[in-house]
């Protein structure tokens, strides 16, 4: 599976030539710190709105029992959101490396650790995250053509599969083009969230605000349930995933001691009130019955309030949608890069296209993956297994940063906060995990299982240095054919992000620079 440490790594790309190698490193094929506020606040709000405000009001009113609760699910997990993005701060600053909270976790509590994050990141994570919104895609394309009855499985899973296989060739072909279709697509999402909060408001204006009133707002449909509850919060948490991917990027961040925490005190508080205000938009024109009954709320919505317009509104979000499977395969690369680097990885997932500059190999892996996770479930149990996993590592990680206050009390940190902050995240963490525990056991044990699988394979393919000399051959030609077949070449070092190919940072250009392997 991987090629062990990080000399082995490099080691395995050998067999494409040794010209393969070194002119990837001559090439200067680095990425630069051009990542400004600006940008920093685009990719943390651009990769939290995606499908999640289209899909998980449903799923969050169900197991709030009651709109007044539901909005407080929504405020809550944005401040607790909030306050992990900080810790994350404090961590992204003290551990200036690229990864995110899989770098952190491999830092403070060894390989192992490590590894665990990066197994379920890979095979659970991104897979799920990118399937639940290729599935949203595929229902808000398909609902207008089944306009009295649910799209069937079938159809949802193919439109999705044609979603995925779509964006990976336009990420496989070009940076430029991925980077134009975020932009697009980005628009159309900001429209259809704008679009709501309006009719929302309009709508309060003219005074239909009944479910919004106190004395209707906390009038329960069913029993109150703490583990139905604590599932509402992991329903609200999908919705604000991505709040930690600025960290997946830090050594291209610029000054990112003063910009990461700029950036989140910025972008969170802004996303918290785009959710908050678009679920209050949809009871001013829906009834919890209805929201509950309807698989496209936004759609729903549109068929309500915009008459002959309508048509709009399913458009907007499939733009959005399409935009939010685009970005996920973008940046699931940067882990992927992280992952190699440190040996956890096969080095030919960390390698890029000799003239394109793109991480072929990553996403044709990726793609695969997500293509068998649409085979399982409905997107709800699916969001489920995120919510669980992620909220694992992540409360993971933000004790980490406790741990690395004791051990190494006199570390550099440009950024300190209170342990006050750490402490209550946790608090809330285990709530989350004890209670869906409780009321998923199952849902919550299968992703266990599925993470406690990486256990044998990182002692097997990484901790193991001394495996057969046929295994590394096999390992080797594999990587050959691999580097072959998606004309790749193992990237330069990045040291401390100073140097980088102009070029692919601009997106004006498609050739990363003189890559002359005869073999590629």
Not at 355 to 376: D, E, N
Request: charged letters at 15%.
């Amino acid at each position: 599976m991987t090629d062990g440490p990080r000399q082995r790594g490099n080691a395995a790309s050998t067999p494409a030539g040794d010209s393969s190698s070194d002119t990837g490193k001559d090439s200067g094929v680095a990425l630069k710190k051009e990542i400004g506020l600006v940008s920093a606040c685009g990719i943390i709000v651009g990769n939290i709105i995606g499908s999640g405000i289209f899909v998980s009001p449903k799923g969050v009113l169900e197991n709030a029992s009651s709109v007044g609760l539901a909005l407080i699910v929504w405020i809550v997990t944005g401040i607790i959101t909030a306050i992990g993005a900080l810790c994350y701060a404090e961590l992204g600053v003290t551990i200036p490396k690229s990864g995110g909270d899989y770098a952190y976790v491999n830092d403070i509590f060894g390989g192992l650790a490590g590894f665990l994050r990066l197994w379920i990141a890979v095979l659970v994570i991104y897979p799920t995250n990118q399937a639940v919104i290729a599935l949203t895609f595929a229902n808000y394309i398909l609902q207008p053509l089944f306009p009295t009855c649910f799209p069937p499985e079938n159809g949802l899973r193919l439109m999705a599969a044609v979603c995925l296989l779509l964006l990976t060739w336009v990420n496989c072909s070009s940076v430029r083009w991925a980077t134009r279709v975020q932009d697009v697509f980005t628009a159309g999402k900001l429209l259809a969230l704008a679009l709501i909060i309006i009719m929302g408001i309009v709508q309060i204006c003219k005074g239909e605000y009944h479910w919004l009133e106190p004395a209707h707002a906390f009038e329960s449909f069913q029993e109150y349930d703490v583990g139905l509850i604590a599932l509402a919060f992991l329903q609200g948490s999908f919705a604000y995933g991505g709040w930690n991917f600025l960290n997946y990027v830090t050594e291209e961040l610029v000054d990112p001691y003063t910009n990461l925490p700029r950036a989140i005190f910025i972008s969170i508080p802004l996303v918290t009130f785009v959710y908050v205000f678009a679920n209050i938009a949809y009871v001013t024109a829906m009834s919890p019955q209805e929201l509950l009954a309807s698989n496209a709320v936004a759609v729903t919505f549109g068929e309500k309030l915009l008459g002959v317009m309508a048509w709009i509104m399913p458009i907007s979000v499939a733009l959005s949608t399409f935009g939010g499977v685009n970005g996920s395969l973008f940046t699931s690369s940067r882990l992927f890069f992280a992952g190699a680097r440190e040996g956890h990885l096969p080095s030919l997932l960390a390698m890029i296209h000799v003239k394109r500059c793109t991480p072929i190999p990553a996403l044709l892996f990726t793609c695969v993956s997500t293509l068998l996770m649409l085979c399982t479930s409905d997107m709800y149990t699916l969001i489920n297994y995120v919510g669980f996993i992620n909220y694992l590592f992540y409360g993971v990680t933000v004790a980490g940063q406790i741990v690395l206050r004791i051990k190494e009390p006199d570390m550099h940190r440009p950024i300190k906060i209170s342990l006050v902050w750490p402490v209550i995240y946790l608090l809330f963490w285990a709530f989350l995990l004890i209670f869906s525990l409780y009321s998923e056991p199952v849902v919550c044990g299968i992703g266990l299982a599925i993470m406690l699988t990486g256990v044998p394979v990182y002692f097997l393919g990484v901790y193991w240095d001394k495996k057969p000399q046929c295994f590394n051959a096999f390992v080797d030609k594999m990587t050959y054919v691999g580097q072959k077949f998606c004309v790749v070449v193992y990237p330069a070092e990045n040291e401390g992000g100073d140097t980088g190919n102009k070029e692919e940072s601009d997106g004006g250009k498609e050739e990363c620079g003189a890559l002359k392997s005869e073999e590629c």
